[in-house]
């Protein structure tokens, strides 16, 4: 999460009012500058750049990039769209098995998995569609999953200012399966509560044994 995220989300608790959260990112580099960087770097590994095979790998290169890591250039505000609403409800609202797909920071090789979001409203709801949109949004971006997690946490407490949230993120880690340790089919899970999930034993146990279960719509 950005300083201007965090601070925005900040004000809208003390405020109780639905924030307007922006993120901004300019880069510093023209898309050109990055175009020779993928350049410098297959010169680096012992290739040619010019043959054939990769005369155009160094701007799909970058064009993937981007697109893997737009989150830095979406808002909060812009995704929301309006979709929050005043309602009447205080029942857990859980969307689970939302599909991840996210880079490592520290080799910027894929991040794999599912995450589990639940929050329990306090007047307000949202569209459970921008639940997903907002996992994908911090999932594109350079990341680690704890920090992946209560990004997800966080931005929805501060955007429901809900009775409590939880975030559970499952996934599997190239840097861990291709290179390193090399561990193929291992997992790691992480989770993010907030409010009454963190508080209460009981609320967190049924959030618990709802994504234990198989999902079958889908099989």
């Known amino acids: 999460m950005t300083y201007t995220e965090s601070s925005i989300i900040k004000s809208a608790n ?8 922006i993120t901004e990112s300019q880069p510093p580099v ?7 960087a993928v350049r410098t770097l297959l010169l680096g590994l012992g290739e040619n750049p010019d043959r054939e095979g990769l005369k155009d790998t160094p701007k799909r290169v ?29 029942e857990m609202v859980l969307v689970r098995d939302i599909d991840l797909f996210s880079s ?29 949109r907002i996992c ?28 409590g949230v939880a ?3 499952e996934a599997t880690h190239m ?12 997992w790691t899970s992480t989770s993010a509560l907030r409010g009454v999930f963190n508080d209460d034993a009981k609320t967190r146990q049924e959030f618990m044994n709802l994504i234990q279960h198989r999902p079958t719509f889908n099989s």
Do not use: W
């Open 14 to 21: 003390q405020n109780n009012s639905l924030p307007n959260l």
């Open 30 to 36: 023209t898309e050109a500058d990055m175009i020779q």
């Open 62 to 90: 970058v064009k993937a990039l981007k697109f893997l890591t737009s989150g830095y250039s979406q808002s909060l505000d812009e995704l929301l769209n309006g979709a929050v609403f005043h309602e009447n409800a205080n």
């Open 104 to 132: 490592c920071e520290h080799h910027i090789l894929p991040i794999l998995g599912r995450a589990h979001v639940a929050y329990i409203p306090n007047g307000k709801v949202i569209g459970l569609s921008k639940i997903a």
């Open 136 to 163: 994908e949004m911090y999932a594109r971006r350079l990341q680690v999953q704890e920090r992946l997690t209560a990004q997800i946490a966080d931005a929805l407490q501060g955007l429901l200012q809900p009775q």
């Open 167 to 169: 975030v559970v993120i």
């Open 175 to 186: 840097c861990m399966v291709m290179r390193g340790v090399q561990k193929p089919g291992s």
